[in-house]
């Protein structure tokens, strides 16, 4: 057996990129052949360099290394390794170097399919896909009951919050305090008809709408989704902080309308926020592949607006226009048990069409 060798300079790795990929997925998938184990890091940083070259035969090596990982679910760091390397290829500027790996049809045997399922989806994403050999794969995806199949492969003008916030910027989700509310977004005054109109409200329980719109925030220190009916429609000037602390709520509970600031804000925000705390996996979480990211922030908004999984996601789109979508943030001083107000806290109120029915989702996040 040869003696391990060490890990060559970042200068040669450079250079062992562009002229020999090949050595590069070697040092990242046997060890051995280097001087101990390289730590998950040093791997990404392999990944990095085969998936940010031009070359096919690199971009060959990148994918070879992502379905390595796919092959290897349950290792340490598997998982990650493979959304590392998928978050890499899909940053170039355009998909022209990635078709050949979409004509062959899903296997359900075959362990690379769920690599290319997730590479498949955060092309969409990015670029959005309407023609063979994408839509072909997907159909085959379809058949095989894989659960990103439900996915479109649309890229909406409805996600922009989601791509820019956690797949470009890589951004972790953040506090937003409630002088910070009303400098960006159009704020709500509390009404005195709000407050008796939350009083009259009455908690609606719905285990599985409550786990779909939970999902994206399940590795957040704190995480809750409450449902409510109201005895009569609502004035839409009356769903405000007033109603919202009058509500019953448990994770608003112990705020005022002087401790709790409500603005009008808009669907893709709340996914916005969503995508990052799922993609982020919160302080002690690892965050999940970017596909499965998209996949629980569509899921968790069905779920918010009750909407059936075979509605198709543009009706969703259209249908989200019509709730009313506020962002809540909290006084620096807040009574509030549910907040850690330390590193990441997120709350969003929705009411339906009918103004009778309001979800509440929040999340907060600590070390």
């Known amino acids: 057996m ?8 970042d200068a040669s790795l450079k250079v062992y990129a562009v002229t020999d990929p090949e050595r590069l997925y070697s040092l990242a998938t046997e060890p051995p052949r280097v001087a101990g184990s390289l730590s ?17 035969a690199a971009t060959d090596w990148a994918v070879r290394l992502g379905e390595y990982a796919a092959r290897r679910t349950g290792a340490p760091g598997a998982v990650q390794l ?47 896909l309407d023609r063979e050999p994408y839509t072909a794969y997907q159909a085959g995806l379809r058949e095989l009951g894989h659960p990103l199949a439900w996915l479109p492969l649309a890229s909406f003008y409805f996600e922009s919050a989601m791509r820019e ?40 329980p719905d285990d599985r709408r409550t786990e779909a719109a939970m999902d994206p925030l399940a590795e957040l220190a704190s995480s809750a989704v409450e449902f409510f009916t109201m005895p009569e429609p609502l004035d839409p000037a009356d ?25 009008h804000t808009t669907a893709d925000d709340l996914a916005g926020d969503l995508c990052v705390a799922a993609f982020s996996g919160g302080v002690w979480g690892d965050g999940r592949p970017g596909a499965y990211v998209r996949l629980s922030t569509w899921r968790a908004l069905y779920a918010l607006m009750d909407l059936d999984p ?31 107000g330390d590193l990441s806290d997120m709350a969003f109120a929705v009411l339906d069409p009918t103004r009778t029915r309001v979800a509440i989702i929040a999340a907060s996040d600590t070390d």
């Open 82 to 128: 493979m959304a590392h390397v998928v978050r890499e290829l899909v940053r170039r500027p355009s998909s022209a170097t990635l078709p050949p790996y979409f004509e062959l049809p899903p296997k359900a045997d075959d362990p690379d399919t769920e690599f290319r399922a997730c590479l498949l989806q955060e092309m969409a994403l990015r670029w959005g």
């Open 239 to 263: 769903f405000n902080s007033a109603l919202l602390t009058a509500i019953g709520s448990r994770c608003l509970a112990g705020l005022t309308p002087d401790t709790l600031a409500a603005a």
């Open 310 to 340: 075979s509605v198709p996601h543009t009706r969703a789109v259209r249908a989200a226009a019509e709730y009313r979508w506020l962002r809540l943030a909290l006084a620096r001083r807040s009574g509030n048990d549910f907040f850690f």
């Open 40 to 56: 998950a890091p040093e791997i990404m940083s392999l990944a990095e360099l085969l998936a940010r070259q031009r070359s096919q």
């Open 2 to 9: 040869p003696e391990p060798t060490a890990l060559p300079d």
């Open 165 to 204: 916030r956690a797949w470009w910027r890589g951004s972790t989700l953040g506090s937003l305090k409630s002088d910070e509310l009303h400098a960006r977004y159009p704020e709500i005054p509390p009404t005195a008809a709000g407050a008796l109109a939350g009083r009259g409200a009455r908690r609606a």
